[in-house]
């Protein structure tokens, strides 16, 4: 499956992306970009959307628009709405977000809530905010679409990634009801669950990168999921954690949930 030739004229010419400061979401940009977007990219590092910037102004012209913002804070969803609000914006790219791993009880209870707040809060507002603007450009005969970043993590209840895996579930269930609403009106509703991705988030998880197996370039999960747009509710970004949450889910609850457990266990 390809990516559609003339996304950029069809969903955009502006495209919104949070998290784009390093990962998945810089993929996001980067292949937006190579595509023809203009963009509205938002993360807490500044310095890093600023880099992005004019390296994607240099390669491809493209006007990027910055919002240094933590999107931890309750009012961060408005302020990005109304940042992004004189910008022909259609596609919304909800990617920020970050994981805890470990025992649930010995995580700090602080750094939950900003969990919580980033990866289910915003996305959650954020389509409310953008369903009027994307419905008022459906309505012009042209192009709109949401991709939101969840994980294979939110497909079942991970054992010591609780909250974490808990976050997930909860995007993976606003994007298909949202697919359900959305998609007859012609407006693409994907949810991508990322297998393991070359990204910062396992150092910043004190997993050891090293350690992953299977691990793709955040590019080739891009470029996948962008092919995938129409073809909502969910895309799992990899064939290995597709066939291995496949054969996981297949299996008796709580057979798949030990399982899990033993595999996700610290030290083990
Ligand atoms: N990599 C994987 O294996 C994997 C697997 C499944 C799902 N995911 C999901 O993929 C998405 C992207 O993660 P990644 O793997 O690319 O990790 P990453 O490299 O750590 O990127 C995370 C992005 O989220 C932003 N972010 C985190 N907290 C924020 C806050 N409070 N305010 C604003 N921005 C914030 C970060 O920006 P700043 O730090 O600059 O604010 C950064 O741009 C996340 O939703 C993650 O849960 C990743």
């Known amino acids: 499956m390809n990516i559609p030739p003339d996304l950029a004229r069809t969903h955009g010419p502006v495209a919104l992306v949070t998290g784009a400061s390093s990962g998945i979401g810089a993929a996001f940009a980067e292949e937006l970009a190579a595509l023809g977007f203009d963009l509205a990219v938002a993360a807490r590092r500044g310095d890093r959307l600023a880099a992005l910037g004019a390296r994607l102004a240099a390669a491809h012209g493209t006007q990027v628009t910055p919002i240094t913002v933590d999107l931890a804070r309750i009012e961060a969803p408005r302020e990005l709405l109304a940042a992004t609000s004189a910008l022909d914006i259609g ?7 970050f994981g805890l791993k470990g025992p649930h009880a010995a995580n700090d209870a602080a750094a939950m809530t900003d969990m919580l707040m980033v990866n289910c809060h915003v996305p959650l ?7 009027p603007r994307l419905r008022a450009r459906r309505a012009a005969g042209r192009g709109a679409g949401f991709i939101m970043t969840a994980s294979v993590e939110g497909l079942i209840g991970c054992p010591y990634s609780a909250a974490y895996s808990a976050s997930k579930a909860h995007v993976i269930a606003l994007g298909e009801a949202l ?3 959305l998609s007859p009106e012609g407006i693409d509703v994907l949810t991508l669950c990322p297998g ?8 910043k998880q004190g997993v050891d990168p090293a350690l992953l197996t299977h691990q793709l370039p955040a590019r080739d999960v891009v470029r996948a999921t962008l092919a ?3 073809e909502g509710p969910g895309f799992i970004g990899s064939d290995h954690y597709r066939a291995l949450f496949e054969a996981m889910l297949a299996r008796p609850r709580r057979e798949a949930l030990r ?5 996700m266990k610290p030290g083990v």
């Open 259 to 263: 399982a899990m457990a033993a595999a």
């Open 228 to 230: 995938h747009l129409g």
């Open 196 to 203: 393991a991705t070359e990204s910062e988030a396992a150092a």
């Open 179 to 181: 697919w359900g609403e």
């Open 125 to 131: 507002q954020l389509a409310h905010g953008f369903i």
């Open 91 to 97: 596609l919304v790219v909800s990617n920020a977000g």
